[in-house]
Nanobody
Framework: QVQLVESGGGLVQPGGSLRLSCAAS????????MKWYRQAPDKEREEVAS????????DYADSVKGRFTISRDNTKNTVFLQMNSLKPEDTAVYYC??????????????WGQGTQVTVSS
């Protein structure tokens, strides 16, 4: 059974930092592209950051570029999202997402349960 368990959310003041973690189990972690999504109240879920199975610098939404950093530790089956210079508009539930895609286009996808991030003074 695949599980993605997020942690590290909470309340932080504007300008502060948080580090989210997502621990994965039940899958060949290094084969999966990992992403972070977020969903604010009354808004659609949006992709925040993505990182390939082999790691690398990652890809980011324009709204977080230069402030957020995605990374992964394949020895611990964990992906991280370091969030700096947080703004009130970063307030959302943050979700961990895993995808394994074959050349045919077929894919397996998994979601975590989400962790709340609130940026407020």
């Amino acid at each position: 059974q695949v599980q993605l368990v997020e942690s590290g959310g909470g309340l932080v003041q504007p300008g502060g930092s948080l580090r989210l973690s997502c621990a994965a189990s039940g899958l060949e972690f290094s084969r999966y592209t990992m992403k972070w999504y977020r969903q604010a109240p009354d808004k659609e879920r949006e992709e925040v950051a993505s990182i390939r199975g082999t790691g690398g610098s990652g890809d980011y939404a324009d709204s977080v570029k230069g402030r957020f950093t995605i990374s992964r530790d394949n020895t611990k089956n964990t992906v991280f999202l370091q969030m700096n210079s947080l703004k009130p508009e970063d307030t959302a539930v943050y979700y961990c997402y895993a995808r394994l895609m074959w050349i045919t286009g077929a894919a397996i996808e998994h979601w975590g349960q989400g962790t709340q991030v609130t940026v407020s003074s």
